[in-house]
């Protein structure tokens, strides 16, 4: 039986979960709140690291800050990229305004810029404002 590690965006605990019950809803088993609920999910220099190194599911990472623009229009698409790939993939959120270590770790020169990472290593990267479907792609 193939098993994923997903962290736990609340509490920080990794989570061992078969591959086949990934689209199942499953909970913490530390806090018992949402692993997998195809919500987007909020990181910061504190917790960046420790999320993205320990799961296994891809996770890509949305570079933004409140007041671009371009970020702002596409948030909604990435709110509905994560509940198309609730299960498969994890989406997450950097303000890089408020987290310039992360930020300058991947080298953000322009935001929206989206970073897709398996075990922590950056895979492909995307700078710019897309629609859901592409953000889907990029995802996959």
């Known amino acids: 039986m193939d098993f994923h590690h997903v962290s736990c965006a609340h509490c920080g605990a990794v989570n061992r979960l078969p591959a086949a019950r990934l689209g199942d809803d499953p909970?913490?088993?530390?806090?018992?709140?949402?692993?997998l609920d195809g919500g987007v999910i909020e990181l910061d220099d504190r917790s960046f690291d420790a999320f993205v190194r320990q799961s296994t599911?891809?996770?890509l990472v949305d570079f933004w800050a409140p007041w671009c623009g371009p970020c702002r229009q596409m948030a909604p698409?990435?709110?509905?990229?994560a509940r198309q790939l609730k299960g498969r993939a994890l989406l997450a959120k950097v303000n890089s305004d408020d987290?310039?270590?992360t930020s300058a770790k991947f080298a953000i020169r322009s935001i929206p810029t989206l970073v897709r990472l398996q075990g922590g290593?950056?895979?492909r990267r995307q700078s710019g404002a897309l629609p859901a479907a592409q953000i889907v792609a990029l995802a996959g």
Do not use: M, T, Y
Not at 27 to 35: E, S, T, Y
């Open 27 to 35: 909970d913490c088993g530390r806090c018992h709140r949402p692993l």
């Open 57 to 59: 599911l891809p996770v």
């Open 77 to 81: 698409q990435f709110e509905a990229a």
């Open 99 to 101: 987290s310039p270590e």
């Open 121 to 123: 290593v950056e895979r």
